[in-house]
């Protein structure tokens, strides 16, 4: 053995005095490995909890407030409130009949919803969730957003085909936009641009928020029917979910830089601003998750089976989690819309982290 031993340290030895070591570079990282060492050390979503909801009717946005732990979700003709973590009820804001949307403003302590069905929106304290005034709007208001930059409440106008301009110091209507076509819905880069989806016409508007005129019209195709909007204030990127596609722009001068498939059905889009995800909430019953890798560079982490119906989504950024309304669906029968009817009971928010 000592022998043997020997042999080899000396074997071993003219090996390195006649052959001169020369370093090995690593093989540069690849985006194909680059994204398989993503998808490997980052956890998948899942769905920790349900939260039941009372009441029935139909559902659109849901948020976060700025101020306390509650959830605000709209439902048919109320707003509910509960307890983000545990999902206990915290209230109602009743008489917002065909309610979209809701809005805060953490400065005057005041929150605001978008009445769709009574082209108003309703004005509550965001301590109590008592409404304090309700304020006409141009027609069906869907969504609504703070921009801060103006200090302004925006709504997003369907049939009106415009956007209403609230200050909310007064609560009254200061100005309006026309778009000439359908508003889905709006991010701001706080710096004096709002970005707005026109789901008609497959196009994204910048608007100035100095001045509250249109200034660039920005098409999207071969994206379609857009519906929920992100926006990356970091990247300067916008993110619009439109029919099995994401479609990633340039805020900046409307450049599409990438394209991507999602989900069937998305009908919302937000931007996990510290993990640089772009999650969508496809009504197929799914949530696709895109991963930013760099500049202009993004990949379909995963896609995460929820339940069919969950079509909106809204993020706690500090939390990291995910909220998703939905209900069950009766196998029979139709609205006078033509939706399938909502089984009685069985509204509930999907939490995901």
Same mark, same amino acid.
């Given at each position: 053995m000592k022998f043997l031993l020997l042999l080899l340290s000396s074997g071993l030895a003219v090996g390195f005095a006649w052959s001169p070591m020369v370093p090995v570079t690593p093989a540069p990282l690849t985006t194909k490995t680059r994204v398989a060492e993503i998808r490997q050390q980052a956890a998948p979503l899942s769905i920790v909890t349900r939260f039941p909801i009372s009441g029935n009717g139909g559902w659109d946005y849901l948020a976060v407030s700025p101020r306390k732990d509650w959830l605000y979700i709209s439902h048919?003709?109320?707003?509910?409130?509960?307890?983000?973590?545990?999902?206990?009820?915290?209230?109602i804001i009743p008489n917002t009949l065909g309610v979209h949307g809701i809005a805060f403003d953490a400065a005057t302590n005041t929150g605001y919803t978008s009445n769709g069905?009574?082209?108003t929106v309703s004005v509550f304290d965001l301590n109590s969730n008592q409404v304090q005034k309700t304020i006409t709007t141009g027609g069906n208001p869907d969504a609504i957003l703070y921009e801060p930059f103006s200090d302004k409440i925006i709504t997003c106008n369907g049939r009106g085909h415009n956007l209403s301009i609230i200050d909310p110091? %007064? @609560?009254?209507?200061?100005?309006?936009? $026309?778009?000439?076509?359908?508003p889905e819905t709006a991010v701001t880069d706080s710096a004096g641009n709002l970005y707005?989806?026109?789901?008609?016409?497959?196009?994204?508007?910048?608007?100035?928020t100095r001045t509250f005129k249109v200034t660039a019209h920005w098409s999207l195709a071969p994206g379609e029917e857009p519906t929920g909007l992100a926006f990356d204030v970091t990247g300067h990127r916008l993110f619009a979910a439109c029919a099995k596609r994401l479609v990633v722009l340039?805020?900046?001068n409307g450049k599409i830089v990438a394209k991507l498939p999602i989900g069937e059905g998305a009908d919302g889009a937000v931007f996990d601003l510290d993990k640089k995800i772009i999650y969508? %909430? @496809?009504?197929?019953?799914s949530i696709? $998750?895109?991963?930013?890798?760099?500049?202009?560079?993004y990949v379909l982490k995963e896609t995460l089976p929820t339940q069919k119906g969950a079509r909106t989504i809204c993020i706690d950024q500090q939390t990291h989690t995910l909220y998703l309304p939905v209900a069950a669906f009766e196998q029979q029968g139709?609205?006078?819309?033509?939706?399938?009817?909502?089984?009685?009971?069985?509204?509930?928010?999907?939490?995901?982290?």
């Amino acid at each position: 053995m000592k022998f043997l031993l020997l042999l080899l340290s000396s074997g071993l030895a003219v090996g390195f005095a006649w052959s001169p070591m020369v370093p090995v570079t690593p093989a540069p990282l690849t985006t194909k490995t680059r994204v398989a060492e993503i998808r490997q050390q980052a956890a998948p979503l899942s769905i920790v909890t349900r939260f039941p909801i009372s009441g029935n009717g139909g559902w659109d946005y849901l948020a976060v407030s700025p101020r306390k732990d509650w959830l605000y979700i709209s439902h048919g003709d109320q707003v509910n409130i509960v307890d983000k973590t545990t999902g206990d009820s915290v209230g109602i804001i009743p008489n917002t009949l065909g309610v979209h949307g809701i809005a805060f403003d953490a400065a005057t302590n005041t929150g605001y919803t978008s009445n769709g069905k009574s082209n108003t929106v309703s004005v509550f304290d965001l301590n109590s969730n008592q409404v304090q005034k309700t304020i006409t709007t141009g027609g069906n208001p869907d969504a609504i957003l703070y921009e801060p930059f103006s200090d302004k409440i925006i709504t997003c106008n369907g049939r009106g085909h415009n956007l209403s301009i609230i200050d909310p110091r %007064s @609560n009254v209507v200061v100005d309006s936009v $026309a778009l000439g076509g359908k508003p889905e819905t709006a991010v701001t880069d706080s710096a004096g641009n709002l970005y707005v989806n026109i789901e008609d016409k497959n196009e994204i508007l910048r608007v100035d928020t100095r001045t509250f005129k249109v200034t660039a019209h920005w098409s999207l195709a071969p994206g379609e029917e857009p519906t929920g909007l992100a926006f990356d204030v970091t990247g300067h990127r916008l993110f619009a979910a439109c029919a099995k596609r994401l479609v990633v722009l340039n805020a900046d001068n409307g450049k599409i830089v990438a394209k991507l498939p999602i989900g069937e059905g998305a009908d919302g889009a937000v931007f996990d601003l510290d993990k640089k995800i772009i999650y969508t %909430s @496809n009504g197929e019953g799914s949530i696709s $998750a895109i991963q930013q890798l760099g500049p202009d560079k993004y990949v379909l982490k995963e896609t995460l089976p929820t339940q069919k119906g969950a079509r909106t989504i809204c993020i706690d950024q500090q939390t990291h989690t995910l909220y998703l309304p939905v209900a069950a669906f009766e196998q029979q029968g139709q609205t006078s819309s033509g939706r399938p009817k909502i089984k009685p009971g069985s509204f509930q928010v999907l939490v995901l982290r």
